[in-house]
């Protein structure tokens, strides 16, 4: 009889089984490891009870840990934290997620998971402590993000711009959907991109040379009355003529953490420096006009290390577009859960988030927007708001107040902000009609998603002093 193979999801289950063995065995802490092509292993903690590589206990785990994760075992099937040269990158690892708590009575140890992927690793990752000015710039940025696209985000985003403007504001627009940019055909002619993008300063970062790039360019394509205004962060460039630029190189050299140039650099990695290159944006329109009072950030969809970081580091404020349809509900479902496992994380997210319902046919069906209510409620109930397992005070046992708002709360992350859709609005051009936003089929289709976001926004920067 043939083995039945072991396959990717029961590996890693069979490699939790043991840590969880190997911890209560040994009483001591275990990490288990994936790496980037899906193997595991586990790492035993014995820096204070150091154990013999061959002792029968540990031959044993070996065997059989091999045997039941095979082909998806590590190099390494068991690591040891006495021998390794820096074991606090594993064993104090904040990315770390807890699957078993050490034991009250000091018997066993704790178990935990740790992912080392190429991707990924940022859905999970605490948000950090704001450097001094980096917390006011998180609460200027709004994400617009959709687990799936298609979904008119884009579109949304230059609407919510040029509404902003017409207020007063000055708005940046940054384009982070680099694996297919496209809110630069929507905010300016071909002729006016700025000759360096998101891309550029990623890339030039890495090695310590992003220094005078050209990164922003004010609008000129999207009509704005008044004293706002709106500037442009492409994803790629337009270069001068002659001039060499291959988008698709750069692109395919982004995404990785890099180690610093020289010691004691700190890191380099891909959330640092795309928190730097916004950053960089933001100083340029600065220093061109104004600070900016609002800055969207167009998200890359899916499962994407671009939404991981501006999800969970960079805004203040995350629209998550969604239409009433099972594939939009599991994959929200799949990314609260990763948030889930990190509760200190849900708590910081949850009450940044708001449902947009994307293309919402309103006409002859009163009842879809609030199906589409009790479903995102249904969901943020089961994942990060606070289980209702409670004293009569609404407390939980720890006298903490839970938050866990109730359906019909209208400024809820579940209560869904509406932007109808018309058959008017398939085919625009808007690089041949110029005044797009302001067609009244526009207006009226985005006008409670624009008032309700500029609602939730801080109060624009003071007006500078005439000298």
């Known amino acids: 009889m043939s083995r039945v193979p072991v396959r990717f999801d029961t590996a890693w289950q069979a490699a939790l089984d043991h840590a969880r063995q190997a911890a209560a065995r040994f009483g001591m802490d275990v990490v288990v490891t994936r790496d980037v092509l899906g193997r595991v292993c586990l790492l035993l903690d014995d820096r204070q009870s150091p154990l013999a590589h061959d002792d029968p206990a540990v031959v044993t785990l070996r065997d059989a840990f091999t045997a039941a994760t095979r082909p998806f075992t590590g190099l390494e099937p068991l690591l040891f934290g006495g021998k390794l040269f820096a074991p606090e990158l594993y064993f104090d690892a904040e990315d770390r997620v807890e699957v078993s708590p050490r034991q009250d009575s000091g018997t066993g140890g704790?178990?935990?998971?740790?992912?080392?992927?190429?991707?990924?690793?940022d859905w999970a990752r605490s948000v950090p402590t704001p450097s001094p000015g980096t917390a006011g710039r998180r609460d200027r940025r709004v994400v617009l993000y959709g687990f799936k696209g298609g979904v008119g985000r884009t579109t949304a985003t230059a609407v919510l711009a040029r509404h902003l403007a017409g207020t007063g504001r000055c708005v940046l627009v940054v384009d982070l959907d680099l694996e297919s940019p496209g809110i630069s055909n929507l905010l300016e002619d071909p002729a006016g991109i700025p000759r360096h993008g998101i891309v550029d300063h990623l890339i030039e970062a890495g090695v310590g040379n992003a220094d005078r790039l050209e990164l922003v360019a004010r609008s000129t394509a999207l009509p704005v009355k008044g004293n706002g205004e709106v500037w442009l962060a492409p994803a790629g460039g337009s270069p001068l003529e002659g001039e060499p630029y291959d988008y698709?190189?750069?692109?395919?050299?982004?995404?990785?953490?890099?180690?610093?140039?020289?010691?004691?650099?700190?890191?380099?990695?891909?959330?640092?420096?795309?928190?730097?290159?916004?950053?960089?944006?933001?100083?340029?329109?600065?220093?061109?006009?104004?600070?900016?009072?609002?800055?969207l950030l167009d998200s890359r969809a899916g499962m994407h290390d671009i939404a991981a970081v501006t999800l969970t580091h960079l805004s203040g404020l995350a629209l998550l577009f969604a239409v009433d349809n099972p594939s939009t509900w599991e994959g929200y479902k799949m990314l609260f859960t990763q948030w889930q496992q990190r509760p200190a994380l849900a708590r910081e997210l949850r009450e940044r988030l708001r449902i947009v319902a994307a293309m919402f046919h309103s006409a002859g069906d009163a009842k879809r927007l609030p199906a589409l209510r009790d479903r995102a409620q249904e969901l943020f109930a089961s994942t990060l708001y606070d289980q209702l397992e409670t004293d009569e005070d609404g407390t939980d046992n720890e006298g903490e107040e839970l938050y866990h708002p109730p359906l019909e709360d209208d400024d809820a992350p579940h209560a869904p902000v509406p932007i109808l859709f018309g058959n008017d609005l398939v085919g625009l051009d808007p690089l041949r009609s110029r005044d797009w936003p302001e067609l009244p089929f526009v207006e009226a289709a985005y006008r409670t998603f624009t008032t309700t976001v500029e609602r939730l926004l801080p109060s624009p920067h003071p007006a500078p002093e005439s000298s």
């Open 110 to 121: 704790s178990v935990h998971a740790l992912e080392r992927t190429v991707i990924g690793t």
């Open 248 to 295: 698709l190189a750069k692109l395919n050299r982004i995404y990785s953490d890099l180690a610093g140039l020289n010691p004691g650099d700190g890191d380099r990695s891909f959330s640092l420096r795309l928190e730097q290159a916004i950053a960089a944006c933001e100083d340029q329109v600065s220093r061109l006009s104004r600070p900016p009072d609002v800055v």
